[in-house]
């Protein structure tokens, strides 16, 4: 009899949290394994010898096959169970319109994330008095530009990122405004500037699996505003390490540039 699917994760983590909500949608049977990132354990030679060299969650163990990042697994599993076609696209058009959105969402959106590492994790990581503000900076950057991309051109006459229908593109992107939406990363005029953005972000929130997914989320990040939390790393380096932001390069995103405050304009 062919074993369970093992799911390497943690909750805390915006990709972890897509991929296991795409297995709970499709009603996929697997066994959640949370690997403690605030710990060591994952940057052992021993577990990235044994799962994924990079040392990062998620990862999918099927039997003597494994697979890591949260895209492909997702592909994966939706290969594997014959998901409903509106997951990954069940036309070429749509297949490539997913395509495009989940290449653009790892340089873009995912770098964003930054916002929310620097502000929420990183006096937990560092200290709580170094000043993060020069990083903190690339990551609003990298959000804002990718959320007027997202409002103008992604969300400009749809429901959902990719078409009518809910697909694994929403759910990549869903699970880094979790973060935001949770920490309080995004200020509230900054949402009303983005009315697409804030009805999408409802409408998915409203899901049975984004809440269950992202219980943890919102009641962890909750208590570390409230100060009721200390997260305690024992490990160093950045938790979103290899996905750190930084403002510019050639994604179509413009360079960061001190002179015209990008983000004082978006925040005005
Ligand atoms: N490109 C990967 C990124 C995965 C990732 O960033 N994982 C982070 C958590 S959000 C992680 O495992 N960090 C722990 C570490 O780097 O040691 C994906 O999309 O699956």
């Known amino acids: ?122 006096p937990f990581i560092y200290g709580p008095n170094k000043d993060f503000s020069a990083e903190r900076r690339k990551g609003y950057h990298v959000l804002y530009e990718s959320m007027g991309i997202m409002e103008r051109y992604w969300l400009k006459d749809r429901d959902y990122l990719c078409g009518d229908e809910v697909s694994y593109a929403d759910l990549v992107a869903l699970h880094e405004f979790v973060s935001h939406h949770a920490g309080k990363i995004i200020p509230d005029n900054v949402w009303k500037k983005h009315p697409r953005i804030s009805a999408w972000f409802e409408r998915l929130s409203a899901r049975a699996a984004t809440k269950a997914v992202s219980e943890w989320q919102y009641d962890a990040i909750g208590k570390v505003l409230t100060g009721e939390l200390k997260v305690k790393f024992t490990r160093r380096t950045a938790v979103l390490k290899g996905t750190e932001a930084y403002g510019g390069h050639n994604h179509g995103i413009p360079h960061l540039d001190e002179e015209d405050d990008y983000i004082a304009r978006v925040e005005s």
């Open 1 to 122: 009899m062919a074993s369970k699917l093992r799911y390497l994760h943690h909750p805390a983590s915006q990709p972890c949290r897509s991929a296991r909500q795409f297995m709970i949608e499709n009603d996929i049977p697997f066994e959640d394994e949370v690997v403690d990132i605030t710990t060591n354990i994952n940057e052992t030679q021993e577990f990235r010898d044994k799962y994924n060299p990079t040392g990062q969650v998620p990862i999918l163990v099927d039997g003597d096959f494994i697979v890591w990042e949260n895209v492909a697994i997702a592909r994966y599993v939706n290969e594997k169970f014959d998901c409903p076609g509106h997951w990954f696209g069940s036309t070429l058009r749509a297949r490539a319109r997913i395509n495009q959105f989940v290449q653009w969402y790892a340089y873009t959106l995912r770098l964003g994330g930054g916002a929310f590492h620097w502000t929420i994790f990183a």
